[in-house]
């Protein structure tokens, strides 16, 4: 089993940053990848970020030069550098840690983004 914890979510202005944590913990040995989904209301979840145990990096083109995800293998903790936000980057965001064939979801935090 594998414990993913989110934190960082909060409420700023169009144009300022925020930065999201994800703690893995428990059986972390053999995590494929790690990353990010986001889901508005009345929306589908939505891949925002990717990192694989390679470190190879994936970004949803709405995002692709404003976040930046990275990770510590140290602290077993993955970030979501947020830059440039939008209203329409509000959404919970959601930590995931891929460890085949199993998928591990944190419980979500709200990012809401003013205008």
């Known amino acids: 089993q594998v414990q993913v914890v989110e934190s960082g979510g909060g409420l700023v202005q169009a144009g300022e940053s925020l930065r999201l944590s994800c703690a893995a913990s428990?059986?972390?040995?053999?995590?494929?990848?790690m990353g990010w989904y986001r889901q508005a209301p009345g929306n589908q979840r939505e891949l925002v970020a990717i990192?694989?145990?390679?470190?190879?990096?994936n970004y949803a083109g709405s995002v692709k030069g404003r976040f930046t995800i990275s990770r510590d293998n140290a602290k077993n903790t993955v970030y979501l550098q947020m830059s440039s936000l939008k209203p329409e980057d509000t959404a919970v965001y959601y930590c995931?840690?891929?460890?085949?064939?199993?998928?591990?979801w944190g419980q979500g935090t709200q990012v809401t983004v003013s205008s």
């Open positions: 990192i694989t145990s390679g470190g190879s990096t």
């Open positions: 428990g059986s972390i040995f053999s995590i494929n990848s």
């Open positions: 995931y840690a891929r460890k085949w064939p199993n998928t591990y």
